[in-house]
């Protein structure tokens, strides 16, 4: 938590403004029973009408005083307590940004989700919160007693009696509340998890008749949330009662015992009358200051969700001393390597050795879940390998910063993602400058112009959010064309030819031949007549390489090779 507040350190001057005015507040609050004692001692008793109106004045302005900085107490701290949210949501993002593909799955999406906004909230609504009570309580309960004493001395001793039992009855509360406040947090990731899943999976849901199961599946999570945050509110709402009951036996107990000494002449009426308001004032802030120790766990709940995801350090970082090759021309060489997911006990490859030359086409085939898109990831560095190398240009990935990296790559992968935006936009995404014309070279290249063409808008079509409005054909084209126009070193295309008709697919591969002419190309494909004549063929299976060479070669050498070469063709189209 004390970390979360540094971040409050910009917004000092409105603090130390919302700090001022509060105590401004209290300051009236304390000052006004004093006045109206004066009015029922000397003015009432008196008949003294003008003094009853020029205190009555008084009174109202110090009212007026104390709402005015109450009020504006109120804007200073919501405003530092929203930017401490925003502050925070903004860390947080950055930091996530940042992470490399293991801390995401460690941490899931929904999770991360409800900690960016959720926990962020908690702690801005308790900041704010404890921003007008901090200050408050202190000198509303010191100044209290102290009025109290001055006013009344002879009943003070009733506060002995009344703070201690209200005191118990928030430590009671606060023991039962603030475990269910840190579950209340996980429940809302298990909703925000159940929600998305619903959200994302929902043509599988209707396709599989799941609608109920689903529903059944979400109602018990927002069930079982429900039912925490009642037993929370439940607490809270009895807790108003008891401490309603508490102030009113306090006011009869003073009424009792302080009419008594009035009768006695002891004190007078006002003097009651005000003692029973700093009574009251003296009890809110007990009641106050407890509040904040009920509220407080909740909030460090979340800041510790929150800090657990500030101090992951991502596993993948920029080199200290980076080293960027001369040129890079594109030339990708694995040494030896060896990966395994995190947690895994297999390997998923195993010394992995081969290399693909800028100008040439390096084909990598293999059974489903043979490692083929993990191949490709490594190259990414999405992950580290365990053991061996993979350079770029003799120079070891790990040595090259990853934007420079990355840059240099032009990436198709297998599940094709679109953002919401128009079609122009989703293709520039590979190029940020790139001018109209060369959106529209990227397009033809990768086959896209026909269909887009036909869309009425064009270019300026839009994508729906996750690309719902394209076929899957047509979302795998936008993809290879976003890749095209970086015009990169090296491309790496995750099958991502799979949805597309052979003529389309051949197309493509012949306009695209064309265009790298001098860069690299790695390609994944399951379709051997998509690989057919690439110039090398990597054949991957459980993780190992089973051979190496062109389809001619493998054909004659390598059974894996000719196995899936004889599922998908007859032996007169296997061309030799
Ligand atoms: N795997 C894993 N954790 C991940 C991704 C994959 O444990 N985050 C496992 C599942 C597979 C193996 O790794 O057993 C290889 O997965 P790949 O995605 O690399 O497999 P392919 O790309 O070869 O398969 P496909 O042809 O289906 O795309
Ligand atoms: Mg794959």
Redesign the pocket.
């Known amino acids: 938590m004390t970390r979360i507040l540094n971040y409050l350190k910009p917004y000092w001057y409105l603090i130390t403004a919302a700090l001022v005015l509060v105590f401004f507040q209290s300051m009236a609050e304390l000052y006004l029973p004093t006045l109206m004692a004066d009015i029922v001692d000397t003015g009432i008793v008196n008949g003294d009408v003008n003094y009853i109106i020029s205190v009555g004045i008084k009174m109202l302005l110090v009212a007026l005083g104390g709402a005015f900085s109450a009020v504006m107490a109120t804007f200073f701290s919501s405003r530092a307590s929203m930017g401490l949210g925003k502050t925070l949501r903004e860390e947080i993002f950055k930091h996530v940004e940042g992470f490399s593909i293991n801390e995401f799955d460690s941490f899931g999406a929904a999770s991360l989700i409800t900690r960016t906004t959720n926990d962020v909230t908690q702690i801005q609504m308790v900041t704010m919160m404890s921003l007008r009570m901090v200050a408050t309580a202190p000198i509303m309960a010191i100044g209290g007693i102290i009025m109290a004493l001055s006013r009344a001395p002879s009943i003070s001793w009733i506060f002995l009696v009344v703070i201690p039992v209200i005191a118990l009855v928030m430590v009671i509360v606060s023991r039962i509340s603030v475990p269910l406040f840190g579950s209340i947090q996980k429940k809302i990731d298990t909703l925000n998890r159940v929600l998305r899943e619903n959200l994302t999976g929902v043509r599988v849901i209707r396709a599989f008749n799941r609608v109920d199961y689903e529903n059944k599946r979400f109602n018990k999570a927002n069930l079982d949330l429900t039912n925490t945050a009642i037993r929370v509110n439940r607490l809270m709402a009895g807790l108003m009662p008891i401490i309603m009951f508490i102030f009113n036996m306090t006011t009869i107990a003073i009424i009792w015992f302080g009419s008594v000494r009035i009768d006695r002449g002891i004190i007078q009426v006002g003097d009651l009358m005000a003692f029973i308001q700093y009574a009251t004032l003296i009890m809110s802030s007990v009641m106050m200051i407890s509040m904040i120790f009920i509220m407080y766990p909740r909030a460090s709940a979340s800041a510790e969700r929150i800090n657990e995801v500030l101090d992951t350090t991502p596993e993948i970082i920029d080199p200290v001393r980076p080293q960027i090759p001369a040129e890079i021309k594109g030339v990708v060489e694995f040494r030896d390597v060896t990966f395994r ?1 995190p947690g ?1 006990e297999e390997p ?1 490859l195993s010394n992995i050795t081969f290399g693909a030359e800028p100008g040439k086409t390096t084909a990598i085939i ?1 059974s ?7 191949l490709l990831n490594l190259i990414m560095r999405f992950y580290d390998a365990e053991k061996g190398s993979i350079l770029i240009d003799g120079v070891d990935i790990r040595e090259i910063p990853q934007d420079v990296l990355r840059s240099n790559i032009g990436y198709v992968p ?1 599940r094709s993602t679109l953002f919401t935006g128009t079609i122009a936009d989703n293709i520039r995404y590979g190029k940020d400058d790139a001018t109209d014309d060369e959106v529209r070279h990227a397009a033809s290249i990768a086959q896209a112009l026909d269909f887009i063409e036909e869309m009425d808008d064009k270019f300026d079509t839009i994508i729906s959010e996750g690309g719902t409005n394209v076929s899957g054909g047509q979302k795998q084209r936008l993809c290879i064309a976003r890749a095209i126009i970086r015009r990169p070193k090296i491309y790496i295309f995750d ?1 991502s030819f799979s949805a597309l008709d052979f003529k389309t697919d051949a197309r493509l591969r012949h306009a695209l031949h064309k265009e790298t002419k001098n860069a690299t190309v790695i390609m994944v494909a ?1 379709r051997v007549a998509t690989i057919m004549d690439a110039d090398q063929i990597v054949v991957l299976d459980e993780g190992r390489i089973v051979g190496i060479g062109t389809h001619k070669e493998l054909y004659k050498n390598c059974d894996v090779y000719r196995d899936i070469v004889l599922s998908q063709l007859s032996e007169e189209e296997v061309v030799l």
């Open positions: 997911y895994a998923v293999g489903t879940g043979a490692g083929k898109t993990t297998q099958d399951q």
